[in-house]
């Protein structure tokens, strides 16, 4: 097992544009229609940002990490992962490594929401106003290296092994393709792939600057957590047709070049919150 996730490490690059290029074809094909023509500045401020979150987070997460965890193998000591292996082998590792990856990705995605210090650089990926597979790269470097390193020493204090990591960036990779891809999505689509992924329909709403849908829908791969925990909103094809995105003031073409996307965090103000009854969690 440790063998596929060396395989998934040396072909991430390949298999992630593979991923990208398939539903930015989708998305040419059957457009959205609510959303603006996409422009080659926009789509090259957001891979310029993606590529330099990768560099950041390839220079820089090894370092902390290991200053971090340098002489504490206390860290390690819980090993939950080594008593997992010892009872499924290393399938069991690989579920249990993604499911609680993914687990966690969750949880931090609410605190940057609830934090108004963090939301101000996670803003930056809700600030794209014409939602579609590039904005799957948009990711202030701030937001992108905390949510790693925040999973790095999670997982590595629970004693998951290093190479599950690969193999969930894929599923990632591709899932948040996936659900940003600006394609009208039927209904009987969305209740088929719901019940196990985020399907565009359910991160539509939680892109959406609509108030009744703050909060909602923070799942990154798998659907069960915003149902386990209460924060699930699923959204027919008629209200789906309604949302608009984006994050006032920076919802203008101006704003969606690389040196407005680095500043924005120094320019926003707080985060409006829902006044409206935004509870209710949605027909299924």
Do not use: C
């Amino acid at each position: 097992m440790p063998d596929v996730g060396a395989l998934a490490s040396q072909h991430w690059a390949l298999i992630s544009v593979i991923a990208f290029l398939t539903f930015v074809a989708i998305e040419t094909i059957r457009p959205d229609r609510r959303l603006r023509p996409h422009t080659t500045r926009r789509w090259l401020s957001h891979i310029a940002v993606y590529v330099f979150d990768l560099v950041v987070s390839s220079t820089l997460l090894p370092w902390i990490l290991l200053l971090l965890l340098a002489e504490r193998d206390g860290l390690h000591g819980v090993r939950l992962f080594a008593a997992v292996e010892a009872v499924g082998g290393p399938w069991m590792v690989l579920v249990a490594g993604l499911v609680a990856i993914d687990l966690l990705i969750y949880w931090a995605h609410r605190v940057q929401h609830a934090v108004p210090a963090l939301w101000r650089f996670h803003a930056v990926h809700h600030a794209d106003a014409e939602m579609d597979v590039s904005t799957a790269l948009l990711h202030h470097p701030v937001a992108y290296l905390g949510v790693a390193l925040t999973a790095g020493l999670v997982m590595h204090a629970a004693g998951m092994p290093a190479w599950v990591f690969p193999i969930y960036g894929l599923f990632e990779v591709t899932v948040g393709a996936f659900q940003h891809v600006a394609t009208p999505v039927p209904d009987r689509f969305e209740r088929a792939v719901r019940w196990l992924l985020v399907t565009p329909g359910m991160h539509q709403v939680h892109h959406s600057a609509d108030e009744r849908h703050y909060d909602r829908n923070f799942a990154n791969v798998l659907s069960v957590w915003d149902r386990l925990f209460g924060t699930l909103h699923l959204a027919g094809e008629a209200e789906r047709e309604r949302i608009r995105f984006g994050v006032e003031p920076f919802t203008e073409a101006k704003h969606r070049g690389l040196g407005w996307i680095m500043t924005m965090p120094f320019r926003m103000g707080r985060r409006p919150q829902a006044t409206s009854a935004s509870d209710e969690a949605g027909a299924s």
